[in-house]
Structures are given as C-alpha cells and as structure tokens.
T-cell receptor, first 117, second 116 residues
Framework: NAGVTQTPKFQVLKTGQSMTLQCAQDMNHNSMYWYRQDPGMGLRLIYYSASEGTTDKGEVPNGYNVSRLNKREFSLRLESAAPSQTSVYFC????????????????FGPGTRLTVL | AQTVTQSQPEMSVQEAETVTLSCTYDTSESDYYLFWYKQPPSRQMILVIRQEAYKQQNATENRFSVNFQKAAKSFSLKISDSQLGDAAMYFCAYRGTTSGTYKYIFGTGTRLKVLA
C-alpha cells in the first residue's frame, strides 16, 4: 500500500514548455486534489475532483488543466509553463464516504518541485 | 468565504518544553473540521490532529493537544515535551461540511524550531 504517489519528484522546465504531473492513489479514495505550495503562502488549491468523472477549479486554476483518468489517477498539466508556476506541487486524496458529515482526512503525496526558467 | 490565519511565522521551543501554535479561522458554517498538519524538511504532509467542530472535547494525540474555542474561532496546537523531531512547518487547515464542499483551506504555516 503506497498511499499517494507523485511523479516526477523534481523537474526543470523552460518558459513555454509543457508537462504533466502524475498522481496516483491506491486507497480507493473518491476525491483527489492538486495544490501548490509557495513560501509564505501555505497550500493553495489548484483543481480538485470530488469523484471519478468530475473536476472543479480551486483557488488558483489559471494556467493549469487536469484529467481524472480513472478513480486512481489524477494528472495536472501545464500547457505553457511560466516562471510564476515555479512551486512545489502536492497531490492529495480523500475517501469522502458520503453524506454531509464525514470524518475523512486528506492524505498527501510527497510533492513535486518544479522550476520554470 | 472561509479563511485561516496563522499569525506566528516562526516559533522556537527548548527541547522537553511546551509550545503553543496559534490558529484562527473565519466561517459562517456551524459544522466543520479543523486540522493540524506537520511538514518536516522531507516535505511530506503529515496529519497531526483533527477536531470536529460539533465536539466540545478538545482532541488529543499523545504529546499533541488542541485548545478549540468555537465561539472565538480559535484552534491552537499545544506540543508537550518537545522533541527535536518536532521541528517542522505546521499548517492549520479548515474543511467545511456544506454539501459539495470537499475543499481544505490552509493557513500560511508556522515554522517550529526545537533547540537542544
């Protein structure tokens, strides 16, 4: 049981290049999330997927696209990378057992450090 | 919109002593969850403790406990008998329970240094 895995761990891009960050979870969780972490700003939600087949924008979606490929996988794509997208990216997942009240907790992957030159 | 504020960018504590990290939040919801996450230098986000707003009793996990003041919208983390391994960034987070709300809102974090 690996939990939440992310690839790659590190990546350097040039401005204008594209890339996809991969995330997979093996906990049979329903919802998945992408965050970015910048110094002094905590974690900010980019996109999330409440369930397979659905995706929604978070706080900072501009410049990103996502795909919920199946229940296990949720990818984040940068179509034309910009220096402002230099950050650490975290994927997370949560079971979300249903109902309005749930004690489920988010579990995080190890992060991807992305540098855009 | 909900907000989470951590007003202490950095704190220091002597090994074996007790330290309290502050967190305040703003919400109009009556039911919600609050969390403290630890992020060591490895960058891994680790859940430390969770509090359900409908529970009056403060959550406790070994050396970690919270002081949850719902009326004041305050959620502080107390670390007792601090250890060198407690050194990390600590994030306070909020999650609402409104139907369709699956998002977490994080504070900006507090860096905890533990002095030997």
């Amino acid at each position: 049981n690996a939990g939440v895995t992310q690839t790659p761990k590190f990546q350097v891009l040039k401005t204008g290049q594209s890339m996809t960050l991969q995330c997979a979870q093996d906990m049979n969780h329903n919802s998945m999330y992408w965050y970015r972490q910048d110094p002094g700003m905590g974690l900010r939600l980019i996109y999330y997927s409440a369930s397979e087949g659905t995706t929604d924008k978070g706080e900072v979606p501009n410049g990103y696209n996502v795909s919920r490929l199946n229940k296990r996988e949720f990818s984040l794509r940068l179509e034309s990378a910009a220096p402002s997208q230099t950050s650490v990216y975290f994927c997370a997942s949560m079971r979300l057992a249903g109902g309005f009240i749930s004690t489920d907790t988010q579990y995080f992957g190890p992060g991807t450090r992305l540098t855009v030159l | 919109a909900q907000t989470v504020t951590q007003s202490q960018p950095e704190m220091s504590v002597q090994e074996a002593e007790t330290v309290t990290l502050s967190c305040t939040y703003d919400t109009s919801e009556s039911d919600y969850y609050l969390f403290w996450y630890k992020q060591p230098p490895s960058r891994q986000m680790i859940l430390v403790i969770r509090q359900e707003a409908y529970k009056q009793q403060n959550a406790t996990e070994n050396r970690f406990s919270v002081n949850f003041q719902k009326a004041a919208k305050s959620f502080s983390l107390k670390i007792s008998d601090s250890q060198l391994g407690d050194a990390a960034m600590y994030f306070c987070a909020y999650r609402g329970t409104t139907s369709g709300t699956y998002k977490y809102i994080f504070g900006t974090g507090t860096r905890l240094k533990v002095l030997a």
